[in-house]
């Protein structure tokens, strides 16, 4: 099996689900070419355990995320039997926009690969797992979190092609805006608000949480589609993005089924909400019966303290 895994990046720097790509890859054996656009982390790359070869592929177009420009410089890169990319947004879009380039099925949020060769994912808002029996060459997206990191220790060589293409000045700038924070699909810890943080400006008061723990900042779908400023890429729940973080915190949510759909297989929850009775409760670990207005300031605080020391 041949795999070429098309690596993933945040702010500048190689994002660690690119070494659980690896670590998929490679229990299927074969040889793995990882792809990393822009060049970002080429050097890391090579040195994960079971890469066979680096290409670092450097461009303008690269600067911010542009999707056609990106899979028209990559698509003519990506050769072999798999071609694998993390499930994050922008994986999800790259991914596919690769396969069409390229002729060939997708098959998003994978969860586990088999032998022989089928896959799996979760369905209807994670109460069904369904097995997909695919055929090579095939695109597959993997759902962060799922397979074991490949370990260091690697020493491939990485080959670097320069590609340029033109993307809008106003895109960049708009895509630029959107990726400058975690995406909660990936992000280990989440803190989301619901209609009970009152306004789209309140949520700076998850984002000044966020910061401290390094979240990434969700939402639920009566936030979102209260306030426009809100963005759907923010949505956890049924019809939004479902998420395995170590931590999820739901602030002024109250735990509609639709979103604890999305949610509910965190490894710890922890609620905030001035109603005693709301059903987030039912699922979380931890409450804090109380208005965000008072428990946020504290809990932010106290958790700089904690990891300060
Ligand atoms: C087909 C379908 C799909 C859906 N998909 C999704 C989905 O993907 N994701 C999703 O989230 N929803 C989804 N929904 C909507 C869902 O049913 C709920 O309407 C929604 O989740 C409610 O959002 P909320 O908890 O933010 O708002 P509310 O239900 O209005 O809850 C607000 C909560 O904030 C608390 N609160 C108010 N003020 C404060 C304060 N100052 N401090 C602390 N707490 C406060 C209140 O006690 C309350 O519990 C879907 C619905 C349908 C029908």
């Known amino acids: 099996m041949r795999t ?3 690596s993933e990046s945040s702010n500048g720097a190689l994002h660690p689900v690119t070494a659980q790509l690896v670590g998929a890859a490679s ?6 070419t990882v792809i990393c656009p822009g060049g970002v982390g080429s050097s890391d790359v090579s040195h994960i355990s079971g890469v066979t070869k680096v290409i670092s592929v450097e461009g303008a177009c690269f600067e911010t995320y542009d999707c056609l420009a990106w899979s028209t410089s990559l698509s003519p890169l990506v050769e072999g039997d798999l071609i694998l990319s993390s499930s994050s947004a922008i994986g999800r879009e790259l991914i596919s926009s690769i396969a069409a380039a390229k002729g060939i099925p997708v098959v998003q949020d994978v969860i586990s690969l088999k032998d022989g060769f089928s896959v ?17 060459p095939c695109a597959i997206s993997l ?3 799922s397979f074991e990191s490949a370990e260091e220790g690697g020493n491939a ?16 700038q708009a895509l630029a805006r959107a990726s400058e ?6 992000a280990e810890i989440i803190i989301s608000g619901g209609r009970g943080m009152g306004s789209p400006a309140n949520f700076s008061h998850l984002y000044e949480v966020a910061d401290v723990l390094g979240a990434a900042v969700g939402a639920s779908r009566a936030a979102v589609d209260t306030w426009d400023e809100i963005p759907h890429s923010m949505q956890v729940g049924q019809t939004g993005k479902t998420v395995t973080p170590n931590l999820y915190i739901a602030v002024g949510i109250s735990g509609a089924i639709q979103h604890l759909a999305g949610m509910r297989s965190s490894k710890f929850i922890l609620a905030i909400n001035k109603d005693p009775e709301a059903p987030i409760f039912g699922v979380a670990d931890y409450g804090i019966v109380s208005t965000w207005e008072d428990a946020l300031p504290v809990l932010k605080d106290h958790l700089a303290e904690l990891l300060s020391n």
């Open 4 to 6: 070429t895994v098309i």
């Open 27 to 32: 229990s299927l054996g074969g040889p793995i």
């Open 120 to 136: 799996t994912r979760t369905i209807y808002s994670g109460k069904a797992i369904e097995e997909v029996v695919i055929s090579s």
């Open 143 to 145: 759902r962060a979190n």
């Open 157 to 172: 060589e990485t080959t670097t092609i320069d590609v340029n293409q033109e993307v809008s000045v106003a895109v960049k």
């Open 181 to 186: 924070r975690l995406d909660v699909s990936e």
